[in-house]
């Protein structure tokens, strides 16, 4: 009597299974749950004892597991706590819109002026197979060096959102515009 009711319960479920197969006559097998296998070494979670369940990925050995993250207000917050949020990367003013469209602009920059620098050790180097001047290695070799001086400045500014940043910032114009007034312009 009980396989009777089964059968006539999975009937409609059974129906679509022979349509989609195209008219099979015999029964899937049943589909039972399993008890998960904890892994070696591994403690049981809870909830694993019931059937179907299974560990989440979180509590599996093989996966370092996430740091807590901490908040504090800000009254709590002082000169040790600003330093080591430095040290791990976390910077305490996001900057302004100015501060960033300036950075941005001092960053192209410092990036022009290592693309002439580059742009003239090219020029040279086909002045030299021509058997001409070309523009000279002392030309080259300031260029070189302000650019270089540019984009670590540069790089400095990008990671200080303070006023050091800021007087970096404004080192890399001197060391652009420097090099543009003259070797260009004067």
């Given at each position: 009597?009980?396989?009777?009711?089964?059968?006539?319960?999975?009937?409609?479920?059974?129906?679509?299974?022979?349509?989609?197969?195209?008219?099979?006559?015999?029964?899937?097998?049943?589909?039972?749950?399993?008890?998960?296998?904890?892994?070696?070494?591994?403690?049981?979670?809870?909830?694993?004892?019931?059937?179907?369940?299974?560990?989440?990925?979180?509590?599996?050995?093989?996966?370092?597991?996430?740091?807590?993250?901490?908040?504090?207000?800000?009254?709590?917050?002082?000169?040790?706590?600003?330093?080591?949020?430095?040290?791990?990367?976390?910077?305490?003013?996001?900057?302004t819109?100015?501060?960033?469209?300036?950075?941005?602009?001092?960053?192209?920059?410092?990036?022009?002026?290592?693309?002439?620098?580059?742009?003239?050790?090219?020029?040279?180097?086909?002045?030299?197979?021509?058997?001409?001047?070309?523009?000279?290695?002392t030309?080259?070799?300031?260029?070189?060096?302000?650019?270089?001086?540019?984009?670590?400045?540069?790089?400095?500014?990008?990671?200080?959102?303070?006023?050091?940043?800021?007087?970096?910032?404004l080192?890399?114009?001197?060391?652009?515009?420097?090099?543009?007034?003259?070797?260009?312009?004067?």
């Amino acid at each position: 009597m009980t396989d009777q009711r089964n059968d006539d319960m999975d009937m409609p479920r059974r129906a679509q299974q022979e349509a989609v197969r195209g008219g099979a006559r015999h029964r899937p097998a049943p589909q039972t749950l399993r008890r998960p296998r904890p892994a070696a070494g591994s403690r049981p979670v809870e909830g694993a004892e019931q059937p179907g369940t299974v560990p989440s990925r979180s509590e599996s050995p093989t996966r370092p597991r996430r740091q807590r993250v901490e908040w504090r207000d800000e009254d709590e917050f002082d000169a040790d706590d600003a330093e080591a949020a430095a040290v791990r990367g976390h910077r305490g003013a996001a900057g302004t819109r100015i501060g960033t469209w300036f950075r941005g602009l001092t960053g192209s920059l410092a990036l022009g002026l290592l693309l002439v620098a580059l742009a003239l050790i090219g020029v040279q180097v086909w002045a030299t197979r021509q058997g001409q001047d070309g523009p000279g290695t002392t030309m080259i070799v300031s260029h070189a060096v302000a650019a270089v001086l540019a984009l670590v400045l540069q790089r400095f500014a990008d990671r200080n959102r303070d006023r050091r940043g800021a007087a970096a910032l404004l080192a890399v114009l001197v060391a652009v515009f420097g090099t543009l007034w003259f070797w260009w312009w004067a």
